[in-house]
């Protein structure tokens, strides 16, 4: 059986974080109706981000769906919305029926249920559909882009979509070297 490759996640790098938000903007642009902040306008939609810049002691740090292999919420999830599918977590919003486990069991905070009411002229419910970072699937597919909108979008170049296997190259690159650097500083030691 051929191997899996791991799902693609968004990296953030807290010390190149200004906390602009516009990570945030952009995402919740590229998810409205439209895809462009006048059609957003337009139709007078709320603009409502799947990701959060969340400020700490010291620095912030931009937080959304880390795309986990063994996601909690697809285990959690009583109508099979949550899902893996194509190398991320999916929620197929039809299924959905904002029960909320799925935010509940989130180690990272990353699922928010919102309202559709605004979509539908009579219900007798609140129309709740978990919503969450989906890596801008329909928003690249759209206009042709290869990378998320909050990638784009971030001026410091804070936010990468990254594949784990590549990021993990360069990890064990960068650990050699300093160790080789440590051990040429160790010889003349002796």
């Known amino acids: 059986m051929p191997s899996q490759r791991e799902n693609h996640i968004i990296y953030a790098d807290a010390d190149r974080c200004m906390t602009c938000h516009s990570c945030e ?6 998810h409205a109706d439209g895809h462009d902040m006048m059609s ?31 996601a909690p919420c697809t285990f959690a999830c009583p109508t099979g919305a949550c899902r893996q599918a194509d190398g991320r977590v999916d929620i197929v919003e039809q299924h959905c029926i904002g029960c909320k486990l ?4 989130c180690p990272f ?55 784990l296997e590549a990021y993990r190259v360069a990890l064990r690159a960068a650990r050699a070297r300093e160790i080789a650097q440590s051990h040429r500083h160790m010889r003349t030691a002796f």
């Open 25 to 30: 903007l952009a995402c919740a642009v590229a």
């Open 109 to 163: 905070g990353a699922i928010t249920v919102k309202s559709e009411e605004h979509r539908l002229e009579e219900t007798c419910t609140n129309r709740g559909v978990a919503k969450k970072c989906d890596l801008c699937v329909d928003w690249r597919a759209a206009n042709g882009k290869t990378e998320t909108a909050c990638v784009e979008a971030c001026p410091t170049k804070a936010i990468r979509m990254i594949d």
């Open 102 to 105: 799925c935010v509940m069991v």
């Open 40 to 70: 957003a306008i337009a139709v007078r939609e709320p603009l409502i981000a799947r990701n959060h810049v969340v400020a700490f002691e010291g620095g912030a740090m931009p937080m959304q769906c880390r795309q986990c292999e063994d």
